[in-house]
């Protein structure tokens, strides 16, 4: 069964730091893109970073540039996302996403979520 | 405030059918066939129920449809059913090179 199971949320301060992972079953996880998609407390959905499948290439959204980091371990069937300066904004749950086609295209879709980790932004 | 607009909430009855708009500009669904659609019971993962405008992937009901006209795009659902009530949210791929989302339209099944 392709899953993807996400760990690592929890209640941190302002300008704490949180690291979230995700591990995937199912499929050859180094043959697809993922991504981290977030969901704030009555928002809509917000992709946050991607990944390649070789994890040679990244993007970020313009909210978490430079404080938000990527990465993958494909040996490991696992991806992550380093959260530095984690604002009380950054509250929200996070899932991550495999692409359904490419191992890099951001045209793609999202065919396997997972049920996200809720990560908690305050003092 | 979302990328894509989504009305708050739309309601039918068990055997009817019901149409989710979802509204983009010129510089996402206007110009782009890569809209998605997908389902959300709270708690539980997001589920794939559209891709490309008008795509099912396998294993989705041929209830679900998708279609797109100028800026806005459509998801159908015919034959109502009571599972079929969720949270919807619809997604573009944008002349930015990124993924927008819409804000999501709750669906009741009276």
């Known amino acids: 069964e392709v899953q993807l199971l996400e760990s690592g949320g929890g209640l941190v301060q302002p300008g704490g730091s949180l690291s979230l992972s995700c591990a995937a079953s199912g499929f050859t996880f180094s043959s697809y893109a993922m991504t981290w998609v977030r969901q704030a407390p009555g928002k809509g959905l917000e992709c946050v970073s991607s990944i390649s499948g070789s994890g040679d290439n990244t993007n970020y959204a313009d909210s978490v540039k430079g404080r938000f980091t990527i990465s993958r371990d494909n040996s490991k069937n696992t991806l992550y996302l380093q959260m530095n300066g984690l604002r009380a904004e950054d509250t929200a749950v996070y899932y991550c996403?495999?692409?359904?086609?490419?191992?890099?295209?951001?045209?793609?879709?999202?065919?396997?979520w997972g049920q996200g980790t809720m990560v908690t932004v305050s003092s | 405030q979302s990328a894509l607009t989504q009305p708050a909430s739309v309601s039918g009855s068990p055997g009817q059918s019901i149409t989710i708009s979802c509204t983009g500009t010129s510089s996402d669904i206007g110009i782009y066939s890569y809209v998605s659609w997908y389902q959300h019971h709270p708690g539980k993962a997001p589920k794939l129920m559209i891709y490309d405008v008008n795509n099912r992937p396998s294993g989705v009901s041929n209830r679900f449809s998708g279609s797109k006209s100028g800026n806005t795009a459509s998801l159908t659902i015919s034959g109502l059913q009571t599972e079929d009530e969720a949270d919807y949210y619809c997604?573009?791929?944008?002349?930015?090179?990124?993924?927008?989302f819409g804000g999501g339209t709750k669906l009741t099944v009276l």
């Open positions: 997604s573009s791929y944008t002349i930015t090179n990124t993924r927008v």
């Open positions: 996403a495999k692409d359904l086609r490419y191992k890099w295209n951001p045209t793609d879709t999202f065919d396997i």
